[in-house]
């Protein structure tokens, strides 16, 4: 039996609340809902995150993201949404199972993220631009 909690409920080892799911992807709510209608897209097979993505799977999980984050705004009507994903400890994981929040959000509704800007100079941008399309994937 695998360890990993998000395996787990997409065999429905451990329960969850599901709002959708198809081939590639499990919409649920997650359990510590930061506002009401608080929803977790996670990939059903296995992938530890966003790197190990097949196409076919960013394409399914993306489009499932969008159509859930839709169904929050018409079921929940909130003044905004944060969709919040992260890649690795220092990002931030704790489940190391591919997965989007989606986070209804309200103005002064305690969620924070630190946002340390550091507004290097424009040739700067453009060395790390540079940088990227010399090992952007086909
Ligand atoms: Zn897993």
């Known amino acids: 039996m695998?360890?990993?909690?998000?395996?787990?409920?997409?065999?429905?080892?451990?329960?969850?609340?599901?709002?959708?799911?198809?081939?590639?992807?499990?919409?649920f709510m997650d359990l510590g809902q930061v506002n009401p209608g608080h929803v977790l897209v996670a990939a059903k097979a296995h992938v530890e995150n966003l790197f190990g993505l097949q196409a076919a799977q960013a394409a399914a999980l993306s489009a499932v993201t969008v159509r859930v984050a839709r169904a929050i705004r018409a079921a929940f009507a909130p003044q905004g949404l944060s969709v919040y994903q992260a890649n690795g400890k220092a990002a931030g994981q704790t489940v190391f199972h591919y997965h989007v929040h989606l986070v209804p959000r309200y103005e002064n509704d305690g969620m924070a993220l630190t946002w340390p800007v550091k507004n290097p100079p424009r040739e700067k941008l453009e060395d790390y631009a540079a940088k990227l399309r010399s090992v952007l994937p086909g």
């Open 2 to 27: 695998t360890e990993c909690v998000f395996c787990r409920i997409v065999v429905r080892q451990i329960p969850a609340s599901v709002v959708h799911e198809e081939e590639h992807a499990l919409a």
